[in-house]
């Protein structure tokens, strides 16, 4: 049986950033997380530490006996588009987007073989409808509210690799694909076979 990492590998791997999973510790703790397979260091200068799937696993589930964080105390997440429990807007946030679609382009010149940033990156094919939406949101589209009528809409479809993105009109949806097609997502227009409304499935493109 694996064991879990200790409270101060736990805090490292908790600190990561929420979109790149770069990590920051002491060389001993970064060392330690990469014997574990829970990071990696990247071979390109500065070197930085990343953490591994495995070690995005470990950050993501809630140990049993410590609550979930509150959803105004953990770490970014883009707006999908209907949450109940959404993030007020202003300056604030308009950082923290731009922020971490910084540090999303930062990751596919990292992680990308060619370290091109004008397609997504494998972090990005793992978290779609998260991808998706930050792209959405850095580019200033405004997500639907709880009630969904109004902004855009992010939602994981049974088909692998990707997304369908829903706006009111058809004008929203254009613009969300012109965003998606820069952002190095490939999009199609489609049509739901009952209500008739149309809607958008975006891929991550490869090449």
């Known amino acids: 049986m694996v064991r879990p990492p200790s409270a101060a590998q736990r805090r490292v791997i908790d ?23 829970l990071a990696f260091r990247h071979p390109r200068p500065p070197h930085d530490h990343f953490l591994t799937p495995a070690g995005h696993r470990v950050r993501e589930a809630v140990p049993e006996a410590v609550p979930a964080a509150p959803p105004d105390g953990g770490g970014f997440a883009a707006r999908v588009g209907g949450e109940q ?21 930062e990751l596919r010149r990292m992680t990308n073989a060619d370290g091109a940033t004008d397609r997504p990156c494998g972090w990005e094919r793992t978290h779609l409808v998260r991808a998706a939406a930050l792209a959405l949101e850095a580019a200033r589209h405004p997500p639907a509210g709880p009630g969904g009528t109004d902004g855009y809409r992010v939602r994981a479809t049974p ?45 991550p493109r490869r090449v």
Do not use: H, N
């Open 15 to 37: 600190a990561a950033d929420p979109v790149t999973g770069r990590l920051r510790g002491t060389e001993a703790q970064l060392a330690a997380l990469v014997k574990r397979g």
């Open 85 to 105: 429990d959404a993030v007020a807007g202003g300056p604030r946030r308009t950082r923290e987007v731009r922020g971490a679609w910084e540090g999303l382009l």
């Open 159 to 203: 088909q692998p690799e990707a997304v369908a993105v829903r706006t009111p009109d058809a004008e929203g949806l254009r613009a969300c694909a012109a965003t998606l097609e820069r952002a190095g997502w490939q999009t199609g227009e489609y049509t739901e076979p009952r209500s008739r409304a149309r809607y958008l499935l975006a891929s």
